[in-house]
């Protein structure tokens, strides 16, 4: 079954720590995405990548760095730039729109719950 | 600026209907996206409106008026299952860009 798989599900930082948090897709989608999630919040863009190779900050890139050497692979790297990095981290992927994809909603992974220790 | 307002929190009976409103103020506009989130879990697709009128799925109904900058989604027959948060989203001109609303939290009492 095609999908998006996010790990570790529950992370915890240290001061001072950079943690890498891991996301692939088996969808063959060109477009992925970061977002954050605050409790009782909506989600809120970190980055996204459209093609392998380049990518986009979005809302709130500061503290955070991505890389898509891969067309299957997102890492996402919360810094110690980050100072309140306690939130829920989500994953998206969706097809390019010269693959049909309007109207195509996002498919998320499970998420990673981030916490300070 | 993107500016997408949903209702915080709303409480229904099961078995009722219950309306959820989202408005809009884009810098453009290439569709909106209807999710639920329940808690701690990734969001789930519900619905998808890119024309103004009405998208009917089962027990879901979801309405767009464009010039109005407007939708809402409609679920009837409330069950316990669909306490949840449900998110609004944006798509915009672009067409790969998202913006979400800050969801509304529905709570279905018995």
């Known amino acids: 079954d095609g999908g998006i798989t996010q790990s570790p599900k529950y992370l915890f930082r240290k001061e001072g720590q950079n943690v890498t948090l891991s996301c692939e897709q088996n969808?063959?989608?060109?477009?992925m995405y970061w977002y954050r999630q605050d409790p009782g919040q909506g989600l809120r863009l970190i980055y996204y990548s459209q093609i392998v190779n380049d990518f986009q900050k979005g809302d709130i890139a500061e503290g955070y760095s991505v890389s898509r050497e891969k067309k299957e692979s997102f890492p996402l790297t919360v810094t110690s730039a980050q100072k309140n990095p306690t939130a829920f981290y989500l994953c998206?992927?969706?097809?390019?729109?010269?693959?049909?994809?309007?109207?195509?909603?996002?498919?998320f992974g499970d998420g990673t719950r981030l916490s300070i220790l | 600026g993107q500016n997408i307002d949903q209702p915080t929190e709303m409480t229904a009976t099961e078995g009722a209907i219950v309306q959820i409103n989202c408005t809009y103020q884009?810098?453009?506009?290439?569709?909106l996206f209807w999710y639920q989130q329940h808690a701690g879990e990734a969001p789930t697709f519900l619905s998808y409106?890119?024309?103004?009128g009405l998208e009917e799925k089962g027990r879901f109904s979801s309405f767009l008026s464009r010039s109005k900058g407007y939708s809402y989604l409609l679920l009837k027959e409330l069950q316990m299952k669909d306490s949840a948060s449900y998110l609004c989203?944006?798509?915009?001109?672009?067409?790969?860009?998202?913006?979400f609303g800050p969801g509304t939290r529905l709570s279905v009492l018995p």
């Open positions: 884009t810098s453009g506009f290439n569709g």
């Open positions: 998206a992927s969706i097809p390019s729109p010269a693959r049909g994809a309007a109207g195509q909603p996002q498919h």
């Open positions: 989203a944006v798509r915009l001109f672009n067409g790969q860009n998202f913006v």
């Open positions: 409106n890119v024309l103004d």
């Open positions: 969808l063959n989608h060109d477009a």
